[in-house]
């Protein structure tokens, strides 16, 4: 009983703090839009699958490429121990098409922000900056670094990421492509909302 | 159980679903060619991505917080048109299909885990080299953790293979199959659905 009444009145402390925590700043409307209708992007992003199933007989994918990079510096590091792993005797250590895929998406984004003047140069995004410190530059790194494990962890073990699985599975009625993306935005909601707006 | 429900499931649907996706000789992934046509269709990837505002910190953030919708519109478009040339190719003889394989467990659990990454790094594997390109710095610090990630799952890929990855093993499902219904016959219900469900979300969200 005791212990009840002071969980209210510790929730009714907090309050304030929840909504002084949806302050403004962390609105993400307040920041830009895309350049280009999103519709137009999508429907081109469509349009491209098709050229890659026809010329190379692929679909879009982002993750593996990451993979195989960390299979050749894990090669070079200890080049037993990591060809004798399942997946990368599986998966080739190598650099293969989804790698320069992946390379030319940066080059891409570069010429597209630098066309339209939206390059930013930033190490820190506005809206982290507006949530948590001013010049956090470690605790930035530090969750990237982690979300980034995850990420890629999740990835290989649903077997694609939001591109793979959420593009081009989904675009070809992957049963596992549409629960995983499901599960991409369930996990990443709760997430983002425990991150940003309690 | 699943060799069986896997031969099962291919009787039901006549499509070629494509063979394995591991490496095989046959494969000719690593030619000049094709690493050549992979850095160019990457540069037009990343070209719309940016275009797109998907390699936005706040945008992608934003879909996460049910605030902006702009990577919903972008998927959403780009599956229906996808999904309507990739199967017209096909029909046409033109491509092979390369559905991935559905396997509950790990669609579930890696799914839930890699929606967990996505908050905390605030980008995804395509979006994160199209945030780099853009000048996000921290997107670095991000690329680091997706290839320790990637490592840490080769790590485990032996005990997985054998444990998680073999749970609710259905193969290359396809979803007509479950709803037991023929490929064209569950386009021409799906597609118009997503089409409508495109039009509510342009209706109600703010962005």
Request: glycine share 12%.
């Amino acid at each position: 009983m005791r212990w009840s009444s002071l969980l209210s009145i510790v929730a009714l402390l907090l309050l304030p703090a929840i909504a002084a925590a949806q302050d403004a700043a962390t609105d993400p409307l307040q920041y830009s839009g895309p350049a280009w209708s999103p519709y137009l992007v999508g429907a081109l992003i469509g349009l491209l699958t098709m050229l890659t199933f026809y010329f190379s007989d692929k679909p879009l994918g982002a993750s593996t490429a990451y993979a195989r990079i960390a299979g050749l510096l894990g090669k070079m590091v200890a080049p037993r121990h990591t060809e004798s792993l399942k997946y990368y005797q599986d998966n080739k250590p190598a650099i293969d098409w989804e790698v320069m895929l992946v390379v030319g998406a940066i080059g891409g984004a570069f010429l597209a922000a630098w066309q339209g003047g939206e390059s930013t140069g930033e190490w820190l995004p506005p809206m982290w900056e507006a949530r948590f410190e001013m010049n956090s530059y470690a605790l930035r790194t530090v969750t990237a670094l982690i979300g980034g494990v995850f990420m890629a962890f999740g990835a290989r073990l649903a077997g694609g990421c939001t591109s793979g699985h959420g593009i081009s599975g989904a675009l070809q009625l992957s049963a596992g492509s549409w629960i995983a993306l499901i599960c991409f935005f369930a996990g990443g909601i709760t997430t983002a909302l425990l991150m940003f707006r309690v | 159980m699943s060799a069986t429900s896997k031969a099962e499931a291919s009787k039901k649907l006549p499509v070629d679903k494509g063979g394995p996706e591991k490496d095989t000789p046959a494969k000719k992934e690593f030619s000049a060619k094709q690493l050549v046509q992979g850095l160019l269709f990457g540069l037009l990837f990343g070209f719309l991505l940016q275009k797109g505002g998907v390699a936005k910190y706040h945008i992608l953030l934003g879909v996460l917080l049910l605030e902006d919708f702009t990577v919903v519109k972008v998927m959403l478009t780009a599956i229906i048109v996808g999904s309507i040339g990739v199967f017209s190719l096909y029909a046409l003889g033109l491509v092979k299909l390369h559905v991935k394989p559905t396997r509950y467990a790990a669609n579930i659990i890696g799914g839930l885990t890699f929606g967990v990454g996505f908050a905390l790094i605030g980008y995804c594997p395509g979006t994160g080299a199209a945030a780099l390109g853009q000048g996000n710095w921290d997107a670095i610090a991000g690329v680091a953790g997706l290839m320790l990630g990637s490592y840490l799952f080769a790590e485990a890929s032996g005990w997985l293979d054998k444990t998680l990855l073999k749970v609710g093993d259905r193969g290359k499902l396809m979803l007509p199959e479950v709803v037991g219904v023929s490929l064209p016959v569950f386009l021409m219900i799906f597609l118009p659905l997503l089409i409508a469900a495109l039009f509510a979300i342009d209706r109600f969200a703010a962005r």
